[in-house]
């Protein structure tokens, strides 16, 4: 397996784990309550802090052993990477564009918060299946 | 994905120059050991640049290491 896809299956499984043990504890904490009520602000940080800090342990322990010439990005990943970052973003603006729409009808800063998490989650999910499809699939320049 | 009809004889032509390896001529043309694999088979196409360098590490015209169906 090429070093870059295995950065990408990480990013795909650190990502959907980190975004579902915060829904989990947000939903625990909320228990019967209204979600705005919910202290959820310290929780989604500490996921996405944890989930930066997992990806780059991880990519450090999958990289150990590693050839150099294994290890760097060569034209096939720069091009995949691309394709894969291109998919990603457009769900980052949708994120935040729903986000800025909520903010500006004063709806609850919870939702605001949790549209633009989700575009971040859907934007690292969907650009890591891009590159993973790539890599499994096939990818054609040509 | 759609399938790529160019096809190619990096396979052959690495036995045919000393049972190259695929990580020696991903090392001469300077990418991973990965890629030369996707290259043949078929599962990526490679820039321009890179399927000269392949035609050159065999010191062989680009189309003796592609080919690509003149008609339907």
Redesign the interface.
Same mark, same amino acid.
């Given at each position: 397996? @090429?070093?870059q !896809?295995k950065r990408a299956w990480i990013m795909l499984v650190v990502t959907v784990v980190a975004y579902t043990a915060y829904i989990v504890v947000v939903l625990r904490r909320a228990n019967g309550t209204p979600l705005t009520e919910v202290a959820y602000a310290a929780v989604l940080i500490a996921s996405i802090v944890l989930a930066i800090a997992a990806n780059i342990v991880l990519d450090i322990a999958t990289s150990l052993g590693t050839p150099r010439? !294994?290890y760097?990005a060569? @034209?096939?990943?720069k091009e995949i990477a691309r394709i894969g970052d291109l998919t990603g973003q457009s769900f980052l603006v949708i994120g935040a564009l729903v986000g800025m729409g909520l903010a500006m009808l004063d709806a609850d800063s919870f939702w605001v918060a949790n549209v633009i998490y989700l575009g971040f989650v859907l934007s690292a999910v969907l650009g890591s299946a891009t590159k993973i @499809?790539?890599?499994r699939?096939?990818?054609?320049?040509? | 994905m759609k399938p790529t009809r160019v096809t190619n004889s990096i396979r052959t032509l690495r036995f045919a120059h000393g049972e190259m390896t695929q990580a020696d001529l991903a090392e001469r043309i300077g990418v991973t050991r990965q890629t030369v694999i996707a290259i043949e088979q078929g599962k990526y196409s490679p820039s321009l640049e890179v399927a000269f360098q392949i035609a050159h590490v065999f010191g062989v015209p680009l189309d003796d290491v592609f080919q690509y169906p003149a008609s339907e």
């Open positions: 397996m @090429a070093h !896809e010439s !294994e760097k060569d @034209a096939r990943d @499809a790539g890599y699939g096939g990818f054609q320049t040509w | -």
